[in-house]
């Protein structure tokens, strides 16, 4: 490189003006000056899009980091709900939008399990975007009514063989809950009859009301009910136990059912082709957010969000792994794309 330097700038060693505007060429730019310079990030307010409608943790936590990052920005963080066909229309909207850093996409585990239900999906769950961060994570729980009489996994396995057909509650077809109780099903072999509900919503209701047997449900709907013993946690269905429930085992362990686990995270992603300096400084703007102890005791720990803030190379790795996870569940529940 010096080479090539000196031989552009030997015809201009008297004029000093454009030997020194070669040399500003030739030099490399730390990624802040880059960004600074070609970017000017952010220029215009930043939007948060959420392919979920409004309330709930997937609502709640775009909002946090739009309090938390816009003084550092500059610029207003906006929160913009776009739900419908399963996440995706908002999804979609994301990847067709410049990949200018100025629109984020708040994603969940969904992101990755509905591309199973479309025989056309609508984006490339991976090719389509830019991981900045993975920045939090939910326990589902098995539940029950509590008048259902039974106080264990094991329990409820042995009544669901007694009684094939049994109905669980989900928030739609292709939903994490719909996913774990088909995996259940599999591991299993109880026979079990799907009841989908229009969003997280109805879950609750039903399992108050004995229209279902269960559901594998988030655990910030369901805390206050177990709190007033009007419905009974079995098992966690995640891959570790949750401080909420400490005295709760998990789904693999309750059930002798090595290897089950149902993970729900959220993450940030950008339009494929954000330049990776803004990816960065967004980065360190949500995991200063996300890890900050007045919010995670203040806000997440309260609606059972557990903090993780990560890189956007750990993102991609989750992505592609439950990408590959959800496929094959969906594959062995016979599961057909629409």
């Not at 994570?137 to 396995?157: D, H, Q, R």
């Amino acid at each position: 490189m010096q080479e090539v330097g000196a031989r552009l700038m030997r015809p201009f060693r008297k004029t000093g003006f454009l030997a020194a505007l070669v040399a500003a060429f030739l030099t490399p730019l730390w990624p802040g000056e880059a960004l600074a310079q070609s970017h000017a990030w952010p220029s215009r307010p930043v939007r948060f899009i959420v392919p979920f409608t409004p309330g709930g943790a997937n609502d709640l936590l775009p909002r946090i980091f739009a309090e938390g990052m816009q003084a550092s920005l500059g610029q207003p963080v906006v929160v913009e709900n776009r739900p419908g066909a399963g996440n995706s229309i908002g999804t979609a909207y994301v990847a067709s939008q410049a990949p200018d850093g100025h629109t984020l996409l708040l994603a969940s585990v969904a992101h990755v399990i509905n591309v199973n239900f479309f025989a056309k999906p609508p984006y490339d769950p991976i090719k389509g975007f830019e991981p900045v961060s993975l920045v939090a994570t939910i326990p589902f729980v098995l539940t029950v009514n509590s008048a259902l009489g039974v106080n264990s996994l094991k329990e409820l396995i042995a009544l669901l063989r007694s009684k094939p057909g049994a109905a669980y509650a989900t928030a739609g077809i292709g939903s994490s809950h719909h996913l774990g109780a088909e995996l259940l099903k599999t591991m299993t072999g109880v026979q079990l009859t799907h009841v989908p509900y229009k969003g997280a919503g109805g879950i609750v209701p039903a399992l108050l009301a004995n229209e279902v047997t269960f559901s594998i449900a988030a655990i910030n709907s369901l805390l206050p009910h177990f709190k007033s013993g009007k419905l009974r946690p079995l098992a966690v269905a995640g891959s570790e136990r949750t401080p909420l429930l400490p005295d709760v085992p998990t789904i693999a362990d309750a059930g002798g059912l090595p290897g089950y686990s149902i993970d729900v995270w959220f993450g940030v992603l950008a339009p494929a082709g954000t330049p990776r300096a803004i990816v960065d400084r967004l980065n360190t703007e949500i995991n200063a957010v996300v890890r900050d102890p007045n919010v995670v005791r203040d806000r997440l720990n309260p609606v059972g969000l557990s903090p993780v803030g990560s890189t956007p190379e750990r993102f991609m790795e989750v992505m592609k792994t439950d990408l590959a996870k959800y496929a094959r569940i969906a594959k062995e529940a016979n599961i057909q794309p629409e």
